[in-house]
Protein backbone atom coordinates (compact mmCIF):
# COMPACT_ATOMS: atom_id res chain seq x y z
CA UNK A 1 0.00 0.00 0.00
CA UNK A 2 0.99 3.59 -0.60
CA UNK A 3 1.28 4.86 2.94
CA UNK A 4 1.63 8.08 3.92
CA UNK A 5 1.55 8.83 8.03
CA UNK A 6 0.11 12.39 8.83
CA UNK A 7 0.50 14.56 11.84
CA UNK A 8 0.18 17.97 10.17
CA UNK A 9 -2.60 19.99 8.58
CA UNK A 10 0.19 21.38 5.74
CA UNK A 11 0.32 18.82 3.30
CA UNK A 12 -1.38 20.20 0.46
CA UNK A 13 -2.84 17.16 -0.59
CA UNK A 14 -4.60 16.75 2.89
CA UNK A 15 -6.80 20.15 1.72
CA UNK A 16 -10.24 18.24 0.48
CA UNK A 17 -10.38 16.66 3.94
CA UNK A 18 -9.25 19.68 6.29
CA UNK A 19 -9.96 22.81 4.83
CA UNK A 20 -11.77 22.59 1.56
CA UNK A 21 -15.90 23.40 2.13
CA UNK A 22 -18.69 21.48 0.62
CA UNK A 23 -19.14 24.59 -2.21
CA UNK A 24 -14.67 24.23 -2.46
CA UNK A 25 -14.70 21.37 -2.68
CA UNK A 26 -17.65 21.49 -5.54
CA UNK A 27 -15.65 24.06 -7.84
CA UNK A 28 -19.06 25.05 -9.65
CA UNK A 29 -16.74 27.48 -11.84
CA UNK A 30 -14.69 24.03 -13.05
CA UNK A 31 -16.82 21.44 -12.73
CA UNK A 32 -14.51 18.89 -14.59
CA UNK A 33 -11.99 19.26 -11.47
CA UNK A 34 -15.05 18.93 -8.69
CA UNK A 35 -14.39 17.20 -5.47
CA UNK A 36 -16.60 14.93 -2.84
CA UNK A 37 -15.84 13.39 0.04
CA UNK A 38 -17.25 9.91 0.68
CA UNK A 39 -17.53 8.66 4.39
CA UNK A 40 -17.77 4.86 5.41
CA UNK A 41 -15.92 2.10 3.66
CA UNK A 42 -20.02 0.65 2.76
CA UNK A 43 -20.64 3.72 0.84
CA UNK A 44 -16.73 3.44 -0.45
CA UNK A 45 -17.32 0.49 -1.94
CA UNK A 46 -20.70 1.10 -3.51
CA UNK A 47 -18.83 4.36 -5.20
CA UNK A 48 -16.38 2.37 -6.45
CA UNK A 49 -18.37 -0.40 -8.14
CA UNK A 50 -20.07 2.38 -9.89
CA UNK A 51 -16.59 3.35 -11.27
CA UNK A 52 -16.27 6.94 -9.65
CA UNK A 53 -12.51 7.97 -9.76
CA UNK A 54 -10.96 7.69 -5.95
CA UNK A 55 -8.21 10.44 -5.65
CA UNK A 56 -7.06 9.68 -1.95
CA UNK A 57 -8.03 7.55 1.70
CA UNK A 58 -7.80 9.20 4.67
CA UNK A 59 -7.80 6.01 7.43
CA UNK A 60 -7.61 5.14 10.76
CA UNK A 61 -3.83 3.64 11.51
CA UNK A 62 -6.58 0.58 13.15
CA UNK A 63 -8.10 -0.20 9.67
CA UNK A 64 -5.27 -0.80 7.50
CA UNK A 65 -4.66 -4.18 7.71
CA UNK A 66 -8.72 -5.04 8.34
CA UNK A 67 -10.62 -3.19 6.05
CA UNK A 68 -8.24 -1.01 3.89
CA UNK A 69 -6.02 -3.41 1.95
CA UNK A 70 -8.76 -6.17 1.25
CA UNK A 71 -10.28 -2.94 -0.17
CA UNK A 72 -7.55 -1.70 -2.17
CA UNK A 73 -6.93 -5.22 -3.53
CA UNK A 74 -10.61 -5.85 -4.22
CA UNK A 75 -10.34 -2.80 -6.90
CA UNK A 76 -7.23 -2.99 -7.89
CA UNK A 77 -6.24 0.12 -6.47
CA UNK A 78 -2.32 -0.44 -5.11
CA UNK A 79 -0.64 3.01 -5.86
CA UNK A 80 -3.65 5.18 -4.03
CA UNK A 81 -2.69 7.54 -1.88
CA UNK A 82 -3.55 6.15 1.62
CA UNK A 83 -3.11 8.96 4.63
CA UNK A 84 -2.90 7.09 8.02
CA UNK A 85 -3.15 8.69 11.59
CA UNK A 86 -4.43 7.85 14.55
CA UNK A 87 -8.09 8.91 15.75
CA UNK A 88 -7.26 12.01 17.84
CA UNK A 89 -4.99 13.20 15.03
CA UNK A 90 -7.66 12.69 12.38
CA UNK A 91 -10.29 14.26 14.60
CA UNK A 92 -7.82 17.50 14.78
CA UNK A 93 -7.13 17.51 10.83
CA UNK A 94 -10.54 17.29 10.06
CA UNK A 95 -12.83 19.06 12.52
CA UNK A 96 -14.48 16.14 13.68
CA UNK A 97 -13.99 11.90 14.49
CA UNK A 98 -14.38 9.80 11.79
CA UNK A 99 -17.85 7.96 12.60
CA UNK A 100 -16.59 4.97 10.13
CA UNK A 101 -13.14 5.19 10.57
CA UNK A 102 -12.02 6.34 6.42
CA UNK A 103 -12.57 8.99 4.39
CA UNK A 104 -12.12 9.07 0.69
CA UNK A 105 -11.57 11.92 -2.05
CA UNK A 106 -13.16 11.16 -5.16
CA UNK A 107 -13.51 13.13 -8.48
CA UNK A 108 -16.87 14.18 -8.83
CA UNK A 109 -18.74 11.98 -12.23
CA UNK A 110 -20.10 14.05 -14.94
CA UNK A 111 -23.83 14.41 -14.31
CA UNK A 112 -26.20 13.51 -17.51
CA UNK A 113 -28.97 15.42 -19.11
CA UNK A 114 -32.29 15.40 -18.18
CA UNK A 115 -33.35 13.56 -21.11
CA UNK A 116 -31.27 11.28 -20.88
CA UNK A 117 -32.03 10.90 -16.87
CA UNK A 118 -35.73 10.04 -18.22
CA UNK A 119 -35.32 8.56 -21.13
CA UNK A 120 -36.36 4.96 -20.23
CA UNK A 121 -37.82 5.97 -16.87
CA UNK A 122 -41.17 5.17 -15.25
CA UNK A 123 -41.27 6.63 -12.18
CA UNK A 124 -38.90 9.79 -11.25
CA UNK A 125 -38.62 11.46 -7.85
CA UNK A 126 -38.16 15.31 -8.10
CA UNK A 127 -36.34 17.35 -5.18
CA UNK A 128 -37.81 20.72 -5.43
CA UNK A 129 -36.07 22.65 -2.91
CA UNK A 130 -34.85 19.84 -0.21
CA UNK A 131 -31.69 21.28 1.62
CA UNK A 132 -31.04 18.64 4.10
CA UNK A 133 -28.72 16.49 3.79
CA UNK A 134 -30.03 13.45 5.95
CA UNK A 135 -33.79 14.09 4.54
CA UNK A 136 -31.35 14.28 0.90
CA UNK A 137 -29.85 10.25 1.61
CA UNK A 138 -32.76 9.05 2.87
CA UNK A 139 -35.36 10.07 -0.10
CA UNK A 140 -32.17 8.55 -2.10
CA UNK A 141 -32.33 5.29 -0.34
CA UNK A 142 -36.20 5.18 -0.37
CA UNK A 143 -36.28 5.76 -4.21
CA UNK A 144 -33.69 3.03 -4.85
CA UNK A 145 -35.57 0.65 -2.70
CA UNK A 146 -38.85 0.89 -3.85
CA UNK A 147 -38.75 0.86 -7.81
CA UNK A 148 -37.79 4.35 -8.57
CA UNK A 149 -35.53 4.75 -11.97
CA UNK A 150 -33.96 8.25 -11.24
CA UNK A 151 -33.72 11.49 -9.11
CA UNK A 152 -34.14 14.88 -10.81
CA UNK A 153 -33.25 18.11 -8.37
CA UNK A 154 -34.11 21.70 -8.61
CA UNK A 155 -31.07 23.75 -7.95
CA UNK A 156 -31.95 25.15 -5.17
CA UNK A 157 -31.64 21.67 -3.52
CA UNK A 158 -28.80 19.95 -1.53
CA UNK A 159 -26.28 18.27 -3.13
CA UNK A 160 -26.32 14.42 -3.13
CA UNK A 161 -22.64 14.14 -3.24
CA UNK A 162 -22.49 16.26 -0.02
CA UNK A 163 -20.33 13.69 2.59
CA UNK A 164 -23.31 13.29 4.48
CA UNK A 165 -26.10 13.00 1.77
CA UNK A 166 -23.80 10.00 0.47
CA UNK A 167 -23.44 8.21 3.65
CA UNK A 168 -27.04 8.05 4.51
CA UNK A 169 -28.33 7.68 1.04
CA UNK A 170 -25.66 4.11 1.93
CA UNK A 171 -24.38 4.85 -1.66
CA UNK A 172 -27.67 4.62 -3.55
CA UNK A 173 -26.77 7.98 -4.81
CA UNK A 174 -24.05 6.17 -7.20
CA UNK A 175 -27.13 3.17 -7.93
CA UNK A 176 -29.67 5.85 -8.88
CA UNK A 177 -28.91 8.64 -12.16
CA UNK A 178 -29.45 11.75 -11.03
CA UNK A 179 -29.03 15.62 -12.21
CA UNK A 180 -30.38 18.70 -11.87
CA UNK A 181 -33.70 20.04 -13.94
CA UNK A 182 -34.66 23.72 -14.79
CA UNK A 183 -38.56 23.64 -16.13
CA UNK A 184 -40.91 21.36 -15.21
CA UNK A 185 -41.65 21.21 -19.27
CA UNK A 186 -39.10 19.17 -19.29
CA UNK A 187 -40.99 16.22 -17.52
CA UNK A 188 -44.09 17.11 -19.50
CA UNK A 189 -42.32 16.84 -22.99
CA UNK A 190 -40.78 13.45 -21.99
CA UNK A 191 -44.14 12.24 -21.22
CA UNK A 192 -44.45 12.25 -17.55
CA UNK A 193 -47.68 12.73 -15.17
CA UNK A 194 -46.42 15.52 -12.79
CA UNK A 195 -47.92 14.39 -9.16
CA UNK A 196 -47.29 17.29 -6.58
CA UNK A 197 -46.81 16.40 -2.91
CA UNK A 198 -48.58 19.12 -1.04
CA UNK A 199 -51.44 19.97 1.64
CA UNK A 200 -53.65 22.09 -0.85
CA UNK A 201 -57.26 22.92 -1.25
CA UNK A 202 -57.20 20.18 -4.33
CA UNK A 203 -54.93 17.52 -3.11
CA UNK A 204 -56.35 14.04 -3.80
CA UNK A 205 -55.39 11.13 -1.50
CA UNK A 206 -52.39 9.07 -2.20
CA UNK A 207 -53.88 6.28 -3.02
CA UNK A 208 -56.83 8.10 -5.21
CA UNK A 209 -58.33 5.84 -7.98
CA UNK A 210 -57.28 9.01 -10.44
CA UNK A 211 -53.45 7.64 -10.10
CA UNK A 212 -53.96 4.52 -11.18
CA UNK A 213 -53.20 3.30 -14.55
CA UNK A 214 -50.14 6.40 -14.95
CA UNK A 215 -47.28 4.87 -17.02
CA UNK A 216 -45.01 7.82 -15.87
CA UNK A 217 -45.00 9.64 -13.19
CA UNK A 218 -42.83 11.99 -11.55
CA UNK A 219 -43.55 12.65 -7.87
CA UNK A 220 -42.47 16.06 -6.40
CA UNK A 221 -41.77 16.91 -3.13
CA UNK A 222 -41.16 20.26 -1.51
CA UNK A 223 -38.65 21.87 1.03
CA UNK A 224 -38.86 21.34 4.65
CA UNK A 225 -40.11 24.34 5.55
CA UNK A 226 -42.27 26.18 2.96
CA UNK A 227 -42.90 22.90 0.64
CA UNK A 228 -43.90 23.32 -2.79
CA UNK A 229 -44.73 26.85 -4.39
CA UNK A 230 -47.55 27.93 -5.69
CA UNK A 231 -45.92 27.75 -9.10
CA UNK A 232 -44.72 24.38 -9.26
CA UNK A 233 -48.56 23.50 -7.78
CA UNK A 234 -50.04 25.23 -10.80
CA UNK A 235 -47.33 23.28 -13.09
CA UNK A 236 -48.81 19.74 -11.37
CA UNK A 237 -51.59 17.38 -13.20
CA UNK A 238 -52.13 16.24 -9.51
CA UNK A 239 -51.48 17.54 -6.02
CA UNK A 240 -51.98 14.68 -3.41
CA UNK A 241 -51.80 13.99 0.44
CA UNK A 242 -51.06 11.39 3.03
CA UNK A 243 -54.04 10.81 4.70
CA UNK A 244 -53.16 12.02 8.41
CA UNK A 245 -54.57 11.32 12.00
CA UNK A 246 -54.30 11.81 15.68
CA UNK A 247 -54.32 15.68 14.57
CA UNK A 248 -51.12 15.60 12.87
CA UNK A 249 -50.89 17.78 9.81
CA UNK A 250 -47.60 16.00 7.84
CA UNK A 251 -44.78 13.20 7.90
CA UNK A 252 -41.10 14.45 7.93
CA UNK A 253 -40.23 15.17 3.94
CA UNK A 254 -38.21 11.59 3.88
CA UNK A 255 -40.79 9.75 5.44
CA UNK A 256 -43.09 11.24 3.09
CA UNK A 257 -41.61 10.13 0.60
CA UNK A 258 -41.12 6.34 1.39
CA UNK A 259 -44.97 6.52 1.60
CA UNK A 260 -45.48 7.85 -1.49
CA UNK A 261 -43.10 5.49 -3.20
CA UNK A 262 -44.39 2.58 -1.92
CA UNK A 263 -47.85 3.57 -3.07
CA UNK A 264 -47.30 4.82 -6.44
CA UNK A 265 -44.50 2.24 -7.42
CA UNK A 266 -45.04 0.39 -10.62
CA UNK A 267 -48.08 -2.37 -9.98
CA UNK A 268 -45.20 -4.74 -11.35
CA UNK A 269 -42.65 -3.78 -8.68
CA UNK A 270 -44.94 -4.99 -5.66
CA UNK A 271 -44.35 -7.99 -4.65
Not at 31 to 41: D, N, P, Y
Not at 56 to 85: C, H, I, K, T, W
Not at 123 to 146: C, K, M, P, Q, Y
Request: aromatic content about 6%.
Amino acid sequence: MNIIRVDSLQLPALEPYARLTEAQLRNRLHAAEGLFICESLKVLRVALAAGVQPLSLLAEERMLDSQVAPLLDEFGLPDLPVYVGSRPTLAGLTGYELSRGILCAMRRPQLPPPDAVLASARRVAVLDGVVNSENTGAIFRAAAALGFDAVLLSRTSCDPLNRRACRVSMGTVFQLPWTYFDHYRQLHDAGFSVVAMALADRSLPLDSPALRGLDRMAVVLGSEGDGLSPAVLDSADFVVRIPMQRGVDSLNVAAAAAVAFYVLQPTSNKQ
